[in-house]
C-alpha cells in the first residue's frame, strides 16, 4: 500500500538539456526541399527564432538552459518519479515498476517543457504571435499557457476529430487567451486544398502543421512552433530523463527497460535519451521501447526516407520513418499520436538498434490505463496508456520468467481531459481500428523521390 | 516572471492531524435529534466506524495520522505552497500573495486528504461499501479512489445538477470503479420524497446526503462517510495548514490574511484552523476570511442554531450557521459550495469573532478565476476561485492603500473537470444567480425548535 516516491531538490533541476545528436554515430541533417542541400540556420529563421534553429542543427551535447526558463520549470519540477508497488501487486509480478509523471505541470503533461523554452526565445526575438498544430491538445493547451505567460498571442490549429473528442482541450487554450480552429480549416490554402479534396476529413497533424506553418511564413511577426518531431524539441524534453537518472540514483536502482509512447517522437526521447546517452558513452545498457499505435504505425510498418514534416510539404525534408507525408490515420483517442513521422533523432536510434518498437491496439491501452488508474491512483492520458501497456506486458513477462527486471516507463500526462474517451471505453463503444493497408501503400507511394545525397 | 515554490520534503509531512476543538473556547456537541441529549460515540457508530466517531468528539488536540495513511499522503503531499509573482504584477499590488495549492492530488482537489483517512478506518473495521453525496465531484471522486485503494464499494450519490455540469467528474469516479447515480434519485426513500415533490429538483447537497445515510443505515456492511462538515473530516484537512505554516517559515514571512472558499467548511477548516491554532495558544493574529458563494450565503445570511445536515432530518443535530436544511440553492457551478449549513467548528470561530465571512457572486469569481490562470498558468476550480476572488480583492485594498501586507490563500483544486464552465462564462452565458430571500426565510422557517439545553 505505501508510496514510493523519488523527489529531487529544486537545484536539481537540470541546468543544461542533452543533445543527443552529439553522441549517435550517425545523424542525417533536415533538408531544404528545393536544393537538396542541408538545411541552414538562415533556411529555418523564416519561421522560428535563431537560437531555436541553432538547436536544430547543433552537434554540441549541452546546451544551457536559459534561467528564466529554468525558473518557470520550478513551477512543476521536478517531477516525481514513483515506484508502482500497487501495479505491482495487482499484476503478481516480480518486476520493479517505476514510472516518471509529467501530469503536475499546469497544463497537465510534459508538453510545456518545450512550450515555455519556445515562448522565451520568440519573445526575446520580438516575435509577437505563433501559430501551431495539436491532436489531443496537449502541446496546444501548452504553447497557450506559454503564450499567456510571455505575453504572445497564441494560434492553434487542432486536428479536428480531437477538437470534437477533448472538448476541454479546446476551452483549456481559451482560458489561456489562445484561438483555436479545428483543422483542415478554410483560414488557409492547405487547409482549403484538403477540403476541397474531402470535407469531411477528419485531420492530421501533418495537415495541421501545413496550416501553422502557412500562417507564420505569411506573417513576419509570427512564427511556427513546433511541439513534438523537430531535434530542439526533443532537446527541450530531456529535462525528464536527466532527472529520471538522478532518481533511478535515488532508488539504488537502474531501469532494465526504459519505455516512452511514441507520436512525433519527443516524450520518448525526452525520457530514454539521457539513458541511451549514459549507454553510448560506455554507461550502463537498456534496452529503449517506443510503444505506438496499431492505427498509426510509423516505426513498425513505415519506411526510412527524406520526408515532408507536413502534408502541404511546407517543412524541410526530414530523414525519418514514415507513413508518408498525406497519410491520414484513424480517429483513435490518442490524438497526440496520430502523426505520419517520428523525430528524425528517434528514428536513428532505432535504426541504429539502440530502440526497439511495437504498435499496440487502442482497446488494450485503455484497458491498461484502467488497471494503472485503479491501482496507482493517477488516470493516464490516452497518448500515456500506450507506455502503461508496454510497461505492463512487460511485467508480465517477467512474471512468466520469474524474472525481477526494473521497467520504467514515462507517464507523459494525466487524462482529467480525456474521461469522455475512458467513458466509451467503459461503455464498450471504443473498437481497435488498425491501419489500412492500401492508404499506407498509397501514402508510401507520395514521399518524394530522394536527392543524390540521401 | 520568475516562480517562488516552497517545497517540503517528504519527512515533512504532518505526523498529526490538528484538532481546533482542543483550542476554542466553547464547542457545542452534536445532538441525538430523538433525545436532545449530546450524541455518544456509540451514537455515531450506526453509520461510521469507532475511530471516526471518536475522532468526531473529541477535545484532543493533536490526533496521530497513521502510518498507512501517511504513506499514501505521500504521493502527492507535502503540497506546494507557491508566491503568485505573476498574478502580484498583474494586479499591480504592492501585497505578498501566497496560495498554497492542493490541486495535484490524484484526484485534483485537496479531498483525498480526508477520504484516504476514512478509506483506512473503514477497511480496518471490516466495512464493505462506503456510501457517500457528492456536489461537484471532488468529493465523490476523492472516495472513489480511496475505495480503489483500499477495495471498498464506493456508491456515490451526485447532486443532479452537478452530475449533468460535471461529465467528466463522474467519469472519475466510474474509472476509479465506483457507482454514481444523480440526487434525488429514485433508490431512497428521501429521494424519492423530494422528487414527489418536485420532480425537476436540481438536488443539494442535504438531499444527496440524506440518501447516502439512508444507505448506510440500511446495511451493516456499509458505512457513510462525509466529505465536509463534520468534525472528523475538517480534522483530516489540517495537514494542509500545518504544511502552509512550515512554508510560510521557509519563506520568512507570515500571512496577514488566510483566506479560504467555505462551502461544507472542510478545506476552509484544514488551511486556516493551524494558523488560528497558533493565534489562540498566544501566537501572531491573523485575519481568516470565508468566501462563499452570493447563491448560498450560509455564513453571511444563515442563522445560527441546532440544525440538521441533511434534508430528510438524519444526521444528528449540529450548532452551525445555516440556511436551514430544505434550502435549495441556485444552480451555480461551484457545486461543491452549495450547501445549507457550515462545518460546526467553522460556525464556531465565526461565532468567537476569529474569522469574518463575504459572500461573492459567480462571475466575479470565474472573472478572477481567469485572471490567475492567465498569470499563474493553473486553471482553478470554480470552488477556488471564490477565494481567489476574495485574495485579489484584499489585493487590490493594499494597492489603494499603499499597504504591502502577506496574502495566503488556499487552492483547493484545479479546474481541468470545470472547463464546460469555463467556456460558459467566456461565451457570456453565466449569470449571478442571487439568493431567493423568499426560499430563505421559508427554509429557515423550518429549523427544528431548539431543545432545553441549546
Not at 522565451?120 to 496537449?138: D, H, M, P, S, V
Not at 490524438?335 to 518498437?357: N, T
Request: charged share 20%; glycine share 10%; aromatic share 8%.
Amino acid at each position: 500500500m505505501d508510496t514510493i516516491k523519488y523527489q529531487l531538490r529544486d537545484d536539481q533541476i537540470p541546468t543544461s538539456w542533452y543533445n543527443i545528436a552529439a553522441d549517435l554515430p550517425r545523424v542525417d541533417p533536415p533538408l531544404h526541399p528545393g536544393t537538396g542541400q542541408p538545411a541552414t540556420v538562415d533556411d529555418l529563421t523564416g519561421i522560428m527564432p535563431k537560437q531555436l534553429a541553432e538547436q536544430e542543427l547543433t552537434l554540441e551535447r549541452d546546451i544551457e538552459i536559459p534561467a528564466t526558463v529554468r525558473q518557470i520549470y520550478a513551477q512543476w519540477r521536478p517531477s516525481p518519479l514513483f515506484r508502482a508497488r500497487r501495479l505491482e501487486q495487482a499484476l503478481g509480478t516480480p518486476a520493479r515498476i517505476y514510472y516518471k509523471y509529467e501530469g503536475g505541470s499546469p497544463a497537465g503533461s510534459h508538453k510545456p517543457n518545450t512550450g515555455i523554452a519556445q515562448g522565451f526565445y520568440n519573445k526575446e526575438a520580438g516575435i509577437r504571435r505563433l501559430a501551431t498544430e495539436t491532436g489531443a491538445g496537449q502541446w496546444g493547451s501548452s504553447l497557450a499557457l506559454a503564450g499567456a505567460f510571455f505575453g504572445l498571442e497564441v494560434k492553434v490549429f487542432m486536428v479536428k476529430v480531437s477538437y470534437h473528442q477533448k472538448p476541454y482541450r479546446r476551452a483549456l487554450m481559451h482560458t489561456y487567451g489562445a484561438t483555436c480552429v479545428p483543422s483542415p480549416s478554410t483560414e488557409t490554402a492547405a487547409g482549403r486544398a484538403i477540403l476541397a479534396e474531402d470535407p469531411d476529413c477528419p485531420g492530421a497533424l501533418g495537415i495541421a502543421t501545413s496550416e501553422a506553418i502557412e500562417v507564420a511564413m505569411n506573417d513576419p511577426f509570427t512564427n511556427y512552433a513546433g511541439g513534438s518531431v523537430l531535434n530542439h524539441v526533443a532537446l527541450h524534453q530531456t529535462v525528464i530523463g536527466q532527472e529520471a537518472l538522478l532518481q533511478m540514483d535515488m532508488a539504488d536502482d537502474y531501469p532494465d527497460i526504459v519505455i516512452g509512447c511514441a507520436g512525433g517522437g519527443s516524450n520518448l526521447a525526452g525520457l530514454t535519451f539521457p539513458f541511451l546517452g549514459e549507454q553510448l558513452r560506455g554507461g550502463k545498457q537498456v534496452r529503449v521501447i517506443a510503444s505506438e499505435p496499431e492505427a498509426c504505425p510509423t516505426l513498425t510498418k513505415g519506411q526510412v526516407a527524406y520526408d515532408f514534416g507536413d502534408t502541404a510539404q511546407l517543412t524541410p525534408l526530414l530523414k525519418m520513418h514514415t507513413l508518408g507525408h498525406s497519410f491520414v490515420p484513424p480517429s483513435i483517442h490518442a490524438g497526440g499520436l496520430r502523426y505520419h513521422g517520428i523525430a528524425p533523432l528517434v528514428s536513428q536510434a532505432l535504426q541504429d538498434g539502440l530502440m526497439e518498437a511495437r504498435a499496440v491496439p487502442q482497446t488494450a491501452c485503455f484497458e491498461a490505463g484502467l488497471t494503472f488508474a485503479r491501482s496507482e491512483g493517477i488516470v493516464p492520458a490516452p497518448e500515456s496508456t500506450h507506455a502503461i501497456r508496454a510497461a505492463i506486458d512487460e511485467a508480465l513477462r517477467c512474471r512468466e520468467e520469474g524474472r525481477s527486471e526494473a521497467i520504467l516507463f514515462g507517464l507523459s500526462g494525466h487524462g482529467h481531459f480525456d474521461l469522455g474517451s475512458y467513458e466509451k471505453y467503459m461503455a464498450d463503444e471504443l473498437a481497435d481500428e488498425g491501419y489500412d493497408e492500401e492508404l499506407v501503400a498509397r501514402s508510401l507511394a507520395r514521399i518524394p523521390a530522394p536527392f543524390g545525397q540521401v
